[in-house]
């Protein structure tokens, strides 16, 4: 089972997709395996980028999966050396060839790096010409999207951030909400990190429901109404990640874990690039 939140222009984006960052084609066959055992449990929507190098790996195992092409939801991203007009269009080409398409379903600006202001303008152009079904952009601050919002025709319909129950983005997920920008996840799971699996709220709810505190983690974010991504290479745990279907959390446990929230990331601050190109 699984549900659809829709972005600004009535496009539907499965809301629990497969992130697949850091997972490598190797002579084993490793990568066909975790992406086929992916698609066996149900997942559709696949995110990937230039940058993780995985583009042709996944479009050929989406090839040869026996699935129509419209039946999955591929996302990819336009890293910062491929930021500019020209470029953007460019790096577009070539993730489409890689993976195997004409088109793509949701297509980011991985960073606000320099020229993002006219990447975007290549986003357009290529959504007004029906090549990406929902435009957007990963790791931006509101400053970035009030720049932007100075030139755009369109404004991005998606924002790709760090969100995690240690990390829950409230100022920002406000702003995206205030201006019709759909919030998706990346380190759904805090990237697999201790402190978020061995918290004591997190595992007395998980008991309470006789789930995993993974379950419960995936489970708060799509009660918060965010398209999550979650990764694993392990058969046993990406057949978990799709099972938050049936079972729900209360008010009070979703008050729980919002008491949990730092207010501290464990990545990189996008702050960092620049807001003016
Ligand atoms: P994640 O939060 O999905 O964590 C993945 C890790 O959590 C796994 O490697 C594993 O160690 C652990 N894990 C997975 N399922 C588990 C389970 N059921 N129980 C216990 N542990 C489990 O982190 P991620 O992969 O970094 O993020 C998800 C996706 O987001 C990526 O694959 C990628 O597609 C995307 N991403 C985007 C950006 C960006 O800058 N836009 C940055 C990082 C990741």
Redesign the pocket.
């Known amino acids: 089972m699984s549900r659809f939140i829709e972005a600004i222009n009535g496009v539907k984006i499965p809301q629990l997709g497969?992130?697949?960052?850091?997972?490598k084609r190797d002579k084993n066959g490793s990568f066909e395996k975790n992406i086929n055992e992916a698609i066996h449990a149900g997942y559709r929507h696949f995110?990937?980028?230039r940058i993780?190098g995985n583009e042709e790996a996944l479009g050929d195992v989406i090839s040869n999966s026996g699935f129509a092409r419209k039946d999955f939801f591929l996302t990819s991203?336009v890293w910062t050396t491929d930021l500019g007009y020209e470029q953007t269009q460019r790096a577009f080409e070539k993730s489409c060839k890689k993976l195997n398409t004409t088109y793509l379903d949701m297509f980011?600006l991985?960073?606000a790096g320099p020229h993002y202001v006219e990447s975007w303008k290549a986003l357009e152009k290529l959504y007004s010409e029906g090549r990406i079904r929902v435009i957007g952009v990963?790791?931006f601050e509101i400053e970035h999207f009030e720049h932007l919002r100075k030139t755009a025709k369109i404004m991005p319909m998606i924002n790709?951030?760090?969100t995690?129950p240690k990390f829950q983005q409230q100022k920002l997920r406000e702003y995206m909400s205030q201006n019709q920008i759909l919030h998706e996840?990346?380190?759904?799971?805090?990237?697999?990190n201790k402190s978020l699996?061995e918290n004591d709220t997190l595992k007395t709810i998980a008991r309470s429901h006789q789930k995993?505190?993974?379950?419960v983690v995936l489970r708060w974010h799509l009660n918060r109404d965010t398209i999550i991504?979650?990764?694993?290479?392990?058969p046993q745990?990406?057949k978990?990640?799709m099972d938050v279907f049936d079972f729900n959390l209360s008010d009070e446990e979703m008050q729980q874990i919002a008491k949990l929230d730092t207010g501290k990331r464990s990545?990189v601050d996008p702050k960092g690039y620049q807001v003016n190109p």
């Open positions: 497969f992130g697949v960052y850091q997972i995110d990937t980028a993780y991203k980011l991985h960073f990963a790791n790709q951030i760090e995690h996840a990346w380190g759904p799971l805090g990237q697999g699996f995993t505190v993974g379950q991504i979650p990764k694993s290479s392990n745990r990406i978990e990640n990545s």
